[in-house]
């Protein structure tokens, strides 16, 4: 199946290319009145259905940012829940305007599917969870171990490199569902259970008792996640790219959800550059000149939702590390706007 | 002549007449413990039943958790014991396993959708009740109108609820009663059809049942949802759920043929000629004589293929419709509820709701079935 699906997905990004994809996106956004956006079918802290049935999530809050700067409306997304395997091939057909689902960026996805990624919202890494009790300190202790994981990820081949470039010897068992792979964990199937650190977290709330496992502290492989939209539409890519970094940028600035109002009136040249009262960046977008305003009264800012969602302040506790502001010793970089 | 070698030559000894043991205990002794064998399987289905029923009992009654505002209430740390069920999780998003993501205030219209149907189908399952006629029309021409009205809004100033906000149970039912509906006159023309004289009906029947026989259910969804838009022009796109309606019914029209084309094989051939002898025409031999026989022939084999179908409805996921096992998966996701039990707790839910409709089915089929071959009993 899975391999069946790939050679699908190669095939339609084929037909794409070939028949040359039409640069409208925004305009059949705009005429539909709704923005089709790829999310999980369920990552938490990521996207999911919170109680009263809203989408909800890191994810979920950039595409609430789209269509927020379209429609300056955030609830006027279609949210389309896909699985790992259908996710490409639901963007190249055009059944989605952009992918917003914990995809890592890679090369071989970045040119084999006929999509661009817009950019990285959130910076992951594969890593390992194990019992305390197995007394295990690091991952290269894992020799001849038997690992759980998730296919159709790009986790199955770090898992194989790291253990091939250690010369370790180690047994995949694979699931389809995240929720499976829990449970065979749980149960024993396996000694660890690999996943991008920020699932490892949020799958652990799911166990009897969380405190008993840990993540070991060795990152294998660099997971940076990000947005996708297909090739050959290179506004709506801009488009995509500029709400997340208008987030980012926010953050920086010291704009949030509560203060934007206030600070749109502000006099500083580079603010009136941002909020449209001076230049015409929104324009340039194909959005209009409050554009900035509207995404962060939607979303708030990058790190407003960071904590929201994953942070501190959430279930997940994940804390901000690599994902802080480069200006505070993380990697969180956004080009500026001017 | 040889001697038949299979005729007893002794005369079998007269046995005691059985002694009758009435009351529980006499039940146990002559049913139960009776012989060594007896006493072997009593013991081991005693077991089998003391492992099963046992812990399933302390799991969803007496270890659960029935109140509670997020995952902390269903945490053994909080609650002090091992946790079974977490209640308050399924009473969180119960409306969701309903309605899906349909809006709060519309939800009046999905209620009386449900209410309008079993009001009509109750009476329809009731053999003593009068106006059979009239009522099938309601449910089987009137109903589905109204209840797209309803359901999708957009006359009468009822506001569209687009089809990518059901989910739930709704879309479960709404996907299985069009299936099973819509499913049964495909079924009977594609059964005629493949046993039709005229050689072009025939190869286009066959052609038609082996196609949607041979290609998986999950397959056509995937093509349908992700391959058409490719070949359509433009904007032109059908609607997810109607793209499942269309396909759930056609997959189960083809099964249902190859069903009740067993029940027309049943039907010996001197009934059509007889029928043909009277003058009746091949419409009313196969409307009056074949069909209600061979139909009556083959309803534990059409039930099989409903219930199969309604469980089958859990494959819409593929086309990001949620129906209520989509809906159950989704809700896992959040973690404000995420716990250890949360995941059995699901499943045990849905598994019991599935369970009520599938068996309620099969029980009514076999009440259909008692009276339809009442001149069979002896």
């Known amino acids: ?338 | 002549m040889s001697k038949a070698v299979y005729v007893a030559t002794t005369m079998v000894a007269p046995r005691r007449a059985p002694v009758r043991m009435p009351g529980a205990w006499g039940f146990v002794r002559t049913r139960l413990l009776n012989s060594p064998t007896n006493i072997l399987l009593t013991f081991a289905c005693a077991l089998l039943l003391w492992f099963t029923v046992i812990p399933t009992v302390k799991f969803l009654l007496v270890d659960a958790v029935w109140q509670g505002s997020d995952r902390n209430a269903c945490l053994p740390e909080t609650v002090g014991w091992p946790v079974g069920a977490c209640w308050p999780f399924i009473q969180a998003k119960f409306s969701q396993f309903i309605y899906g993501f349909y809006p709060e205030a519309e939800r009046w219209r999905v209620d009386t959708t449900f209410l309008l149907g079993a009001l009509l189908l109750a009476p329809l399952l009731v053999p003593q009740l009068p106006a059979k006629a009239a009522n099938a029309a309601l449910f089987f021409i009137a109903f589905p109108v109204v209840a797209f009205v309803l359901l999708h809004g957009g006359y009468g100033g009822l506001t569209v609820v687009p089809t990518r906000l059901w989910g739930g149970m709704l879309v479960t039912l709404v996907v299985a009663i069009t299936g099973i509906v819509a499913s049964m006159p495909i079924g009977i023309a594609l059964a005629l059809g493949r046993r039709s004289s005229i050689p072009l009906i025939r190869f286009s029947c066959i052609a038609f049942i082996e196609f949607w026989r041979g290609v998986p259910l999950i397959t056509v969804l995937f093509f349908a949802t992700y391959m058409l838009p490719l070949f359509l022009p433009g904007n032109f796109t059908v609607d997810g759920l109607v793209r499942v309606l269309i396909g759930v019914a056609l997959f189960a029209g083809a099964y249902n043929a190859e069903v009740i084309r067993g029940g027309l094989q049943a039907i010996p051939r001197g009934q059509a000629e007889a029928a043909s002898a009277l003058g009746l025409s091949w419409w009313r031999t196969t409307r009056l004589v074949v069909l209600p026989q061979a139909l009556r022939h083959v309803i534990p084999g059409l039930v099989n293929s409903f219930i199969a179908l309604l469980k089958d409805t859990s494959l819409v996921s593929i086309v990001a419709l949620f129906d209520l096992l989509g809906q159950l998966r989704a809700a896992f996701a959040d973690p404000a509820w995420s716990s250890p039990s949360t995941l059995f707790t699901g499943f045990a839910f849905t598994g019991i709701i599935y369970f009520v409709l599938c068996f309620g089915m099969s029980r009514y089929s076999l009440f259909v079935e008692r009276r339809l071959n009442a001149h069979r009993r002896s």
């Not at chain 1, 202790?141 to 990820?153: F, I, K, P, R, Y």
């Not at chain 1, 990697?331 to 706007?337: D, K, N, Q, V, Y």
Request: one cysteine or more; a neutral charge.
């Open chain 1, 1 to 338: 199946m899975k391999s069946a699906t790939l050679m699908l997905t190669l095939a339609i990004a084929a037909a794409w290319s070939a028949q040359g994809a039409s640069a409208q996106t925004l305009k059949t956004v705009k005429d539909r009145g709704l923005l089709s956006c790829g999310v999980t079918q369920g990552l938490p802290g990521f996207s999911a259905p919170d109680d009263r049935g809203n989408w909800a999530g890191l994810d979920v809050d950039l595409c609430r940012g789209i269509a927020a700067a379209i429609f300056n409306d955030a609830t006027k997304v279609k949210y389309v829940p896909l699985s790992a395997k259908d996710r490409f091939t639901a963007l190249q057909s055009g059944e989605i305007d952009v992918l917003s689902r914990n995809t890592t960026w890679t090369l071989s996805r970045d040119t084999s599917l006929g999509v661009n990624f817009a950019g990285i919202n959130y910076y992951d890494g594969q890593g390992f969870m194990v019992r305390k009790s197995l007394k295990v300190n690091s991952a290269l202790e894992l020799n001849s171990a038997t690992v759980c994981l998730q296919t159709g990820t790009t986790n199955e081949q770090n898992l194989a490199d790291f253990f091939k470039g250690n010369n370790m010897k180690y047994e995949v068992v694979a699931f389809s569902t995240a929720d499976e792979v829990v449970k065979a964990y749980e149960s024993g199937r396996c000694d660890a259970f690999t996943a991008d650190i920020s699932q490892l977290y949020a799958e652990r709330l799911k166990l009897t008792t969380p405190a008993e496992h840990e993540v070991l502290p060795q990152v294998i492989s660099k997971e940076p996640l990000g947005p996708l939209v297909r090739h050959g539409d290179d506004q709506w890519l801009d488009v995509v790219r500029w709400v997340l970094f208008a987030q980012i940028n926010a953050e920086e600035l010291g704009i949030t959800q509560k203060n934007v109002d206030e600070q749109a009136k502000s006099d500083k040249p580079e603010l009136k550059r941002i909020f449209g009262t001076d230049g015409s960046l929104g324009e340039q977008l194909g959005l209009t000149k409050d554009w900035f305003q509207r995404i962060i009264k939607a979303t708030g800012n990058y790190g407003e939702s960071f904590e929201r969602h994953v942070g501190a302040s959430s279930k997940l506790g994940i804390a901000r590390g690599l994902n802080q502001l480069w200006s505070k010793g993380g990697i969180m970089f956004a080009p500026p706007i001017r």
